[in-house]
């Protein structure tokens, strides 16, 4: 009677194929909505990094009457606490530059990401 206790206590071989194909469907259902929802926040990380980089460019040129050289002078003069990331790149130092047409008002009008590719919503990072 041991012996007959002992194999009623696994699990069969199909009670095991049916929970692993019940755990696989679920993640074919979950992990494309994860990655898609790590997409969307990186894109309004980069959003919102941009709007305060411009903000405190803004600031910059109303205090001194021209834009800074370079981003770091905003570190330096202490309108920021540091570069912020590109959160699409993961790097402080892609950004692009977009210098004013007169070089007497500074170095940084605007800035954009320098990723490569395109948003969810069609629009290339480049031109955010």
Known sequence: MES?????AAFTLVELLVVLAI???LL?????RYFRHVEVSREQVLRANLAVLRHVLDKYYEDHGV??????????????RSVPLDPL????DTWVIVAPDD?????VL???????GAGLD?????QW
Do not use: C, F
Not at 67 to 80: G, H, I, Q, S, T
Not at 89 to 92: H, I, W
Not at 122 to 126: L, N, W
């Open 110 to 116: 605007d800035l954009h990401s320098g990723a490569a």
């Open 103 to 107: 070089p007497a008002k500074g170095g």
């Open 67 to 80: 834009y800074p050289d370079n981003l770091d002078v905003l570190v330096e003069k202490r309108y920021m």
């Open 28 to 32: 074919t259902i979950g992990v494309p």
């Open 4 to 8: 007959s206790r002992k194999r009623n």
């Open 23 to 25: 755990v696989a469907l």
């Open 89 to 92: 790149t993961g790097k402080r």
């Open 122 to 126: 069609g629009s290339e990072y480049a």
